[in-house]
């Protein structure tokens, strides 16, 4: 128990490898082209040298237990035994059962997926009742200890709170998971005592969820479980890490706990400091400092962070320097960029500059600032544009303002002639292996842009051929030129910057490389229109054009700092708006303007909240803003919880939602109804995140569930979200599904 923690830490690193290695050998074994020996000998790989590299950066405190085949939340489920029956009566391998759990099978569908805390990672909620029984299962921790050990590296093991796990799970029998805290403490209790006897000095506990509001019982919770694992003789020393913002009131509680070391985010949550201050003697505990940022690319001001790191040591006995939140939110390694602009790589730092920056402060806060360097330059000039700023200055309320809904749906009907329950998809479809060969061959210089093109519409033909054998009423043309739906606007937008390996986990074996917004936005061509009228010109049934809107946008790249993200919101939603009107002149009448990170990004105070959600909302009706009343516009929510978020919803004003949820079995309707939403809802009826294909009478039951909410003039039919990661076998099985589900209905 005497182990001091050490004078830099991180809170977690990037576990899919600086290529992806973990990516390709996770979902060579779903194919079965490899088998559980060789997909663990990858993750070993990944995980030691995960550890020398820290090692080798002279951090003084390593984490383990990071790593995860899927998600760190589903671990700490199985490490606390919370295996739901449905998957464990399927007589699985352990690790199969845990990828039943993350993609579902035939029999089961999956846990629901859903955003962790505000960043582009989704999680897998946990579900838990009653008769849950919570066992200790520590034994991929006590794994990656003996693995990390046989190495030399001593490490701290980390998992998910037992307070945070309880509030991010779901009672499936009406049955409030936190009610459940103290049992679940005992299964803590036992893996601690485990981890004890294995030789492990310290443990990080994550409790994230208590930066957002929470009750007085929650935050007495939390104080009961640490007081109570923390008057255990058999354990390591406790590290509580928070991130994501300030902690507030739970901070005090915290502090009158046993535990010898916290973790707080001063990053996004500097309030934290003044709370530490105000909060008097800290007895002996270890203050871990979030002075470099998690969530963002940018290089940390370390003379700025260093002061801040200051003032922690004047209030505790002991500081210890640390990252925000885990890196995994950022990508690997910036050194392998070699084709970013130099003024922009110079203001960067990925995970392992990160670390650097971790090293560099824990020695500054120890021994002074004078072996740190200056602070970043100021941005370029050449990265501003006064034209863009010009006509930003200029916007009036009119311009965020449609007709009346009422006269849109008329003149719309008049025009579109759909049925109810009208079917369609939500916009990509699968990206073959062939498609993402022929985007290869471009970079490589073996396929030039007209053979790219005709490959493109190729794809295209064949998707709308598809569709209409299929009998979906609103097409779309697949996306098969997209890359990534963010990623695909940022490389033709001014002000953004692409990255060659900058890939990011979002969930499972899904990563993407988010674009980095440095300078201001603008478009300088028509980015979808040749696309949308090429496959508008080969049907009669009306086809989708597909944006992603300003929120996500934002919210799935790394977004400057120097100016309000309202601002920057603003100059991609007048670059959409230009996108609307020049589809809306080619004939295009139905435009999806997809905004799945509105909740995503919502603050988790609620103090915070309605300025977000005013610049969020008039970013997108400055986007859609310009169309026509007879011009349809779309847009598409998925991964979240949108309670939270109904009346933005509904004040994005977009005359069709389409939301995820079918793993949340609907749940979005009972909240529209009570909010008086009066414009086309399509909630998703097949979880396109699994790669089971639902039945029809499955469907037919969810549209039963969905008429009983929605008016069948309303409603639409659609997948959860883009089907660009399946594979044609299932989409064309499970659409056919969804057409006769909707054509029963219409009939019943």
Not at 156 to 167: D, K, N, Y
Request: proline share 6%; with cysteine; glycine share 8%.
């Amino acid at each position: 128990m005497s182990t001091p923690f050490g004078q830099s830490t991180v809170l977690g690193y990037p576990r899919i490898g600086g290529d992806r290695e973990l990516k390709r050998a996770v979902e060579a074994y779903w194919a079965g082209r490899i088998d559980a020996a060789a997909l663990e000998e990858t993750a070993a790989g990944l995980r030691a040298e995960v550890w020398r590299t820290l090692r080798d950066a002279r951090l003084d405190a390593i984490p383990s237990n990071t790593f995860s085949y899927y998600d760190h939340v589903l671990d700490t489920a199985v490490a606390v035994g919370a295996v739901p029956p449905r998957f464990a009566r399927l007589g699985l391998s352990e690790l199969d059962t845990y990828f039943a759990m993350a993609r579902g099978v035939d029999a089961e569908p999956a846990l629901e997926l859903t955003k962790w805390f505000g960043t582009n990672y989704h999680y897998l909620v946990p579900e838990i009742d009653a008769g849950t029984t919570f066992a200790a299962n520590p034994g991929k921790a006590l794994g990656e200890v003996a693995q990390a050990g046989a190495l030399g590296i001593a490490t701290r093991p980390v998992l998910v709170g037992p307070a945070t796990f309880l509030l991010l799970a779901k009672g499936t029998d009406g049955t409030d998971p936190f009610v459940r805290l103290d049992d679940l403490v005992e299964a803590y209790g036992q893996i601690l005592a485990l981890l004890a006897a294995a030789g492990v000095a310290w443990v990080q506990l994550d409790e994230p969820a208590y930066v957002a509001d929470r009750t007085p019982p929650e935050i007495d919770g939390l104080r009961r479980a640490y007081t109570r694992l923390g008057q255990l003789r058999d354990r390591p020393r406790l590290f509580v890490a928070t991130y994501f913002g300030d902690l507030g009131d739970a901070l005090p509680a915290l502090l009158r706990t046993p535990v010898e070391a916290i973790g707080l985010d001063l990053v996004a949550g500097p309030r934290n400091l003044e709370r530490l201050a105000a909060s008097g003697p800290l007895g002996g505990k270890t203050i871990v400092a979030g002075l470099v940022d998690g969530h963002n690319v940018w290089r940390t001001d370390l003379r700025t962070a260093a002061v801040r790191g200051a003032t922690v040591s004047a209030l505790a006995d002991h500081v210890a320097v640390s990252t925000s939140c885990s890196l995994l939110h950022v990508p690997v390694d910036l050194s392998v960029e070699t084709r970013l602009d130099p003024a922009l790589h110079e203001r960067l730092a990925f995970a392992r500059q990160k670390v650097d920056e971790v090293v560099l402060l824990g020695r500054a806060v120890r021994d002074g600032t004078a072996h740190l360097p200056p602070a970043p330059a100021p941005i370029p000039a050449a990265w501003r544009d006064a034209s863009v700023r010009a006509r930003l200055a200029a916007l009036t309320p009119a311009d965020r303002q449609r007709g009346s809904a009422a006269v849109r749906a008329r003149v719309q009907q008049e025009r579109l002639r759909l049925p109810d329950l009208p079917t369609t998809t939500i916009g990509s479809f699968p990206q073959t292996p062939e498609l993402r060969r022929a985007r290869a061959a471009v970079r490589a210089g073996g396929l030039d842009a007209a053979g790219y093109a005709d490959r493109m519409r190729e794809e295209i033909r064949h998707v709308i051929r598809l569709q209409e054998d299929l009998g979906l009423d609103v097409l779309v043309h697949g996306e098969p030129e997209r890359n990534d739906m963010v990623q695909y606007f940022g490389e033709q937008l001014s002000g953004f910057a692409a990255t060659e390996r900058g890939w990011v986990q979002s969930y499972g074996s899904r990563c993407v490389r988010p674009p980095i917004i440095h300078g201001d936005v603008a478009r300088r061509a028509p980015m979808t229109v040749e696309w949308s009228t090429y496959a508008q010109s080969l049907t009669r049934k009306p086809v989708k054009g597909m944006l992603t809107g300003p929120v996500t946008i934002l919210a799935w790249s790394f977004v400057r700092t120097d100016q309000p993200p309202a601002d920057t919101a603003d100059q991609v939603a007048l670059a959409l708006r230009d996108e609307c009107a020049d589809l809306e002149a080619a004939g295009i009448g139905v435009i999806q303007v997809d905004e799945p990170a509105l909740r995503e990004t919502l603050p988790l105070r609620e103090a915070d909240r309605k300025a977000y959600l005013d610049w969020a909302v008039g970013a997108f009706r400055l986007a859609t803003g310009g169309v026509a009343d007879g011009t349809q516009i779309h847009t598409h929510l998925c991964y979240s919880e949108f309670g939270d978020v109904i009346t933005a919803i509904d004040a994005l004003d977009a005359d069709v939602t389409s939301i995820e949820a079918a793993r949340s079995r609907l749940e979005i309707l009972d909240d529209l109804a009570a909010a008086g939403h009066g414009r086309g809802v399509g909630p998703g009826v097949w979880d396109i995140h699994s790669p089971r294909v639902p039945s029809r009478d499955e469907i037919v039951a969810a549209l039963r569930r969905a008429v009983a909410a929605v008016p069948a003039q309303r409603l639409w039919v659609n997948p959860d979200c883009g089907l660009k990661t399946r594979g044609y076998p299932e989409v064309e099985a499970a659409l056919r599904h969804l057409v006769a589900a909707a054509a029963e209905l219409r009939g019943a």
